[in-house]
């Protein structure tokens, strides 16, 4: 992709509210509701089960795409894709910030 098509993405930060077991999901998922500051609280559902708790995840600071399209997960109506990295062992580890910023924050 151009450079200028990088910059459609827009990456924000947010702090995790709520975290329940995605229940309908194929693969262990969990349901996020997630803290954007100005843009509001957005939904997500996320495949980082082996990872990560329920009980870890809440107050955790995540990066995630918030412009792309809704998009049905399992039952789920994911409003931004959380962003991780791959483990070697193929499980994903999110993508947060070293020090805490104001929920909405875009991450460039």
């Known amino acids: 992709i151009t450079f200028e098509e990088f910059t459609q993405f827009e990456i924000r930060t947010g702090t ?8 309908k999901a194929i693969k262990p998922a969990y349901k996020l509701k ?24 809440i107050g955790l600071q995540i990066s995630a795409v918030v412009n792309f399209p809704i998009k049905r997960i399992a039952g789920v109506k994911s409003e931004v894709l959380v962003l991780g990295a791959y483990s070697q062992n193929k499980d994903v580890v ?3 910030p070293v020090e805490s910023v104001e929920d909405g924050s875009l991450v460039g």
């Open 16 to 23: 995790i509210l709520e975290v329940d077991l995605n229940s």
């Open 34 to 57: 997630i803290d954007f500051g100005p843009l509001g609280i957005k939904i997500s559902s996320a495949q980082i089960t082996k990872n990560y708790s329920s009980e870890n995840l």
């Open 94 to 96: 999110l993508l947060t």
